[in-house]
């Protein structure tokens, strides 16, 4: 909580998130800070490029899992058009699988939505001061693959590239190629090459298997 007995600016936040529950649960918890206020939110990706240009945010919550388009592709493309806008990554998923991931899109931080408020004020302060913020167990997890200087411990996901990564987690969760094409704005042959690389990457044979694969990672995120 900031100081009393003074004037505060409030820093403006701007939620990302497709769930109506969770975004007020957002606002209600940011909105009782002195120091913080929740400017605008949007429900999806194009929404929110569209705003967050209009209303000059000094933060940008954003979730990964959108409707129209990966949380990630998003961050890039914030911070191509807003160089100085910082990000901070929220998610159900396992932060392990994100973390490195948001970091290279150019996030400034990570925190899992099953986070308590005061970790999530704490994070959205720490990203606003211009650090980076993680979690204590991904901390540890990034010094000590650091220390050992070898990456046997990294989950084989890790090596797909971040539209590998996208594609995968549509099978996850239920969508066709032709779906997935659709909502890329792929083709479908290009669906077909990333989804074959992805397959010989992860020592897969057959689609149906990598499907099996993929909604097992997205119920266990």
């Given at each position: 909580m900031a100081e009393t007995g003074q004037a505060v600016n409030p820093k403006k936040i701007f939620v990302v998130d497709d769930h109506p529950m969770m975004?007020?649960?957002?606002?209600?918890?940011?909105?009782l800070e002195p120091?913080?206020?929740?400017?605008?939110?949007?429900?999806?990706?194009?929404?929110?490029?569209?705003?967050?240009?209009k209303t000059g945010p000094d933060l940008a919550l954003v979730d990964i899992t959108l409707p129209d388009k990966s949380g990630l592709e998003l961050i890039k493309e914030l911070k191509a058009r807003c160089p100085a806008l910082p990000i901070l990554a929220i998610s159900m998923h396992d932060e392990s699988l994100y973390a490195e991931r948001i970091l290279r899109a150019g996030a400034k931080g990570y925190i899992n939505k099953h986070q308590p408020p005061a970790e999530?004020?704490?994070?959205?302060?720490?990203?606003?001061?211009?650090?980076?913020y993680m979690s204590q167990e991904i901390s540890e997890t990034f010094l000590k693959r650091f220390s050992r200087g070898a990456s046997s411990s990294r989950s084989p996901l890790e090596i797909l590239t971040d539209r590998e990564f996208e594609i995968f987690q549509l099978l996850g969760k239920g969508h066709s190629a032709k779906e997935i094409a659709q909502q890329l704005r792929l083709s479908d042959k290009t669906v077909a090459v990333h989804n074959a690389n992805i397959r010989q990457k992860l020592k897969i044979k057959t689609t149906s298997q990598l499907i099996r694969l993929a909604v097992e990672a997205d119920a266990l995120g």
């Open positions: 975004r007020e649960g957002l606002r209600s918890i940011i909105n120091d913080l206020t929740v400017c605008d939110e949007a429900d999806n990706a194009r929404k929110a490029m569209t705003q967050i240009e999530l004020l704490k994070a959205i302060r720490q990203v606003l001061a211009g650090h980076l």
